[in-house]
C-alpha cells in the first residue's frame, strides 16, 4: 500500500491542477507528512490531501473526484 500526498491548487478561472508532491508506504508518517505540508503553505488556494494507493499495474489518473475524496 502506498499513500500519496497530493497537492491541489484552486485557479478562479481554470481547472484545479493536482500533483504528487511526496509518498511513502507508512500511514503515520503520510499524516504527519500531510500535517507538514497544510503547516508551510500559505497560499489559501493550495490544498493538500492524503490518496491511499493500491499498485494494481494500472495507471493512477487522478480527478478532482478522486482527490476530495481523499480528505
Known amino acids: 500500500m ?3 500526498i497530493i497537492k491541489e491548487i484552486d485557479y ?3 481547472d484545479n ?3 504528487v508532491v511526496d509518498h511513502t508506504d507508512d ?3 503520510a ?3 500531510l500535517q507538514g505540508y497544510r503547516l ?5 488556494t ?4 492524503i490518496l491511499k494507493y493500491e499498485q494494481t499495474g494500472k495507471p493512477l489518473v487522478l480527478t478532482e473526484e478522486v482527490a476530495h475524496s481523499a480528505n
Open 46 to 49: 493550495t490544498y493538500y490531501s
Open 2 to 4: 502506498m499513500y500519496l
Open 31 to 33: 499524516n504527519d507528512m
Open 40 to 44: 508551510i503553505e500559505k497560499d489559501k
Open 12 to 14: 478562479e478561472n481554470l
Open 27 to 29: 500511514p503515520d508518517k
Open 17 to 19: 491542477t493536482y500533483r
